[in-house]
């Protein structure tokens, strides 16, 4: 049965992660292509925003162990229309990102 994934009200845990209540097991590197293909599934396009990018002065305080700047961070949302917040979360190596997605164009 296919995953319906629609927007939902957004509440960040303590430690300014949040992952989408569909997401049954957070995103990781081990399950890039696993997590695509389940997107993909879902009908939904993504996009990433990296924190590094989109926040540079926060990256760097969160860099130096400073856990707050993940709080802080307001993910600037993608351009277009109907893009909601699936996960934000820190990366084994390449430091937070947050992940958008939205109807795809099967979906709609």
Not at 32 to 53: K, P
Request: hydrophobic residues 45%; charged residues 25%.
């Amino acid at each position: 049965m296919k995953t319906i994934i629609e927007a939902v009200q957004v509440e960040r845990r303590e430690d300014g992660s949040y992952f989408h209540p569909a997401l049954t097991n957070s995103p990781d590197d081990d399950r890039a292509v696993a997590f695509s293909a389940w997107l993909a599934e879902c009908g939904v396009e993504v996009t990433r925003v990296w924190m590094e990018i989109d926040a540079a002065p926060l990256c760097v305080r969160y860099m130096d162990d400073d856990t707050d700047a993940l709080k802080e961070w307001q993910p600037t949302t993608p351009a277009g229309a109907d893009w909601f917040l699936l996960a934000i979360f820190d990366t084994e190596d390449d430091g937070p990102v947050a992940y958008f997605v939205r109807p795809g164009p099967a979906a709609t």
